[in-house]
């Protein structure tokens, strides 16, 4: 890619509808590039490692309104740094998991917003609740009241043409709908988290609120 980190998000922002949250996943990308899309007004980055962020974070503190999400897989030893350091994580793909950070938001003094991240199509490569099972584990999410739960992620499984994904990202939004539907005291749905890259658009077309882009906004990663 030969154009800026700045063209393309003046791009792909002027391409986006003005509700959808540009997320700029800057996972192996450097705090010098971050530098840069802050400076094309981007807010908001996603991070897949803690450790990786951490210093990034460290580097960047003169920057105070970023907004970090944590969009990776979160092992159950790295909640705690999870919580201090992301108020948003869009990866929480488990009961245990949910119960872990809700208990360590509370010792905190926290209330992390947080995604379900569910697999509308089975994909044994990818952690996240099926979606039966996230329905069974909904009475008990209810009751973790130091979380924000405010929406659904989903990312499709690969090799997916695009009608196929299409469907997938509807499939999710009209899940979304019917839990909101049931009228939990502490579940929200107003957030879809879809889209990447690869597929943004079509996540976009299907009511995406937060769109996760990485590689066309940072060029391929190593
Ligand atoms: C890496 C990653 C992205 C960004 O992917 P690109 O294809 O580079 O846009 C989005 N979401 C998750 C969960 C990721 O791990």
């Given at each position: 890619?030969?154009s800026?980190i700045s063209?393309?998000?003046?791009?792909?922002?002027?391409s986006?509808?003005?509700?959808?949250?540009?997320?700029a996943?800057?996972?192996?990308?450097s705090?010098?590039?971050?530098?840069?899309?802050?400076?094309?007004?981007?807010?908001?980055?996603?991070?897949?490692?803690?450790?990786?962020?951490?210093?990034?974070q460290?580097?960047?503190?003169?920057?105070?309104?970023?907004?970090?999400?944590f969009?990776?897989?979160?092992?159950?030893?790295?909640?705690?740094?999870a919580?201090?350091?992301?108020?948003w994580?869009?990866?929480?793909?488990?009961?245990?998991?949910?119960?872990?950070?809700?208990?360590?938001?509370?010792?905190?003094?926290?209330?992390?917003?947080?995604?379900?991240q569910?697999?509308i199509?089975?994909?044994?490569?990818?952690s996240?609740?099926?979606?039966?099972?996230?329905?069974?584990?909904?009475?008990?999410?209810?009751q973790y009241?130091?979380?924000?739960?405010?929406g659904?992620?989903?990312i499709?499984p690969?090799?997916?043409?695009?009608?196929?994904?299409?469907?997938v990202?509807?499939?999710?939004?009209?899940?979304?709908?019917?839990?909101?539907?049931?009228?939990?005291?502490?579940?929200?749905?107003?957030?879809?988290?879809?889209?990447?890259?690869?597929?943004?658009?079509?996540?976009?077309?299907a009511g995406?609120?937060?769109?996760?882009?990485?590689?066309?906004?940072f060029?391929?990663?190593?």
């Amino acid at each position: 890619m030969n154009s800026s980190i700045s063209e393309r998000i003046v791009t792909i922002r002027s391409s986006l509808p003005t509700s959808v949250r540009l997320i700029a996943v800057s996972k192996q990308a450097s705090a010098q590039a971050i530098r840069s899309a802050y400076a094309a007004g981007i807010r908001d980055f996603g991070e897949s490692r803690i450790q990786e962020a951490a210093s990034k974070q460290a580097e960047l503190q003169d920057l105070p309104d970023i907004t970090w999400h944590f969009i990776g897989h979160l092992q159950s030893n790295k909640a705690k740094k999870a919580i201090e350091q992301f108020p948003w994580i869009h990866s929480v793909d488990n009961l245990k998991l949910a119960q872990r950070l809700d208990q360590l938001a509370q010792q905190l003094g926290v209330s992390p917003q947080v995604c379900l991240q569910v697999k509308i199509l089975p994909d044994p490569t990818k952690s996240g609740w099926s979606v039966p099972e996230l329905l069974a584990d909904l009475p008990t999410l209810n009751q973790y009241k130091n979380l924000q739960i405010q929406g659904l992620m989903t990312i499709p499984p690969s090799g997916l043409n695009d009608p196929e994904i299409l469907n997938v990202f509807n499939l999710n939004r009209e899940l979304a709908k019917e839990i909101q539907e049931l009228n939990w005291s502490h579940i929200k749905m107003q957030h879809l988290s879809m889209g990447m890259s690869g597929d943004y658009e079509l996540a976009v077309q299907a009511g995406a609120t937060m769109v996760r882009l990485g590689t066309i906004l940072f060029g391929d990663r190593s």
